[in-house]
């Protein structure tokens, strides 16, 4: 049984940081894609960033590009995203999946959390 726990959340003033974690438990992650997903109100969840196994590729969706930064320990079986300079547009639920590429579809993930809210104040 795999177990996806994120956390880090919380309400933040635009230009502000926050570090999500995601916490994996029940199998080892090292060698699946990680992914982190938005879904803001009203709107359908959305790529955000995702790395491969062994940290070598990452993605970013065009919107975090240069604010946002995902990483991973394998050896503590956690991925992050560290997100910088914030905006009230990145307010939404942040989930975190996992799948063994790196896909941006979120249907093709296997796995998923249970999200942490992000609420970005302008």
Same mark, same amino acid.
């Given at each position: 049984?795999?177990?996806?726990?994120?956390?880090? *959340? *919380?309400?933040?003033?635009?230009?502000?940081?926050?570090?999500?974690?995601?916490?994996?438990?029940?199998?080892?992650?090292?060698?699946?894609?990680?992914?982190?997903?938005?879904?803001?109100?009203?709107?359908?969840?959305?790529?955000?960033?995702?790395?491969? *196994?062994?940290?070598?590729?990452?993605?970013?969706?065009?919107?975090?590009?240069?604010?946002?930064?995902?990483?991973?320990?394998?050896?503590?079986?956690?991925?992050?995203?560290?997100?910088?300079?914030?905006?009230?547009?990145?307010?939404?639920?942040?989930?975190?999946?996992?799948?063994?590429? %790196?896909?941006?579809?979120?249907?093709?993930?296997?796995?998923? *959390?249970?999200?942490?809210? %992000?609420?970005?104040?302008?």
């Amino acid at each position: 049984q795999v177990e996806l726990v994120e956390s880090g *959340g *919380g309400l933040v003033q635009a230009g502000g940081s926050l570090r999500l974690s995601c916490a994996a438990s029940g199998r080892t992650i090292s060698t699946y894609a990680m992914g982190w997903f938005r879904q803001g109100p009203g709107k359908e969840r959305e790529f955000v960033a995702g790395i491969s *196994g062994g940290g070598g590729i990452t993605r970013y969706t065009n919107s975090v590009k240069g604010r946002f930064t995902i990483s991973r320990d394998n050896a503590k079986n956690q991925v992050y995203l560290q997100m910088n300079s914030l905006k009230p547009e990145d307010t939404a639920v942040y989930y975190c999946a996992m799948r063994r590429t %790196v896909e941006t579809e979120p249907g093709s993930y296997d796995y998923w *959390g249970q999200g942490t809210q %992000v609420t970005v104040s302008s």
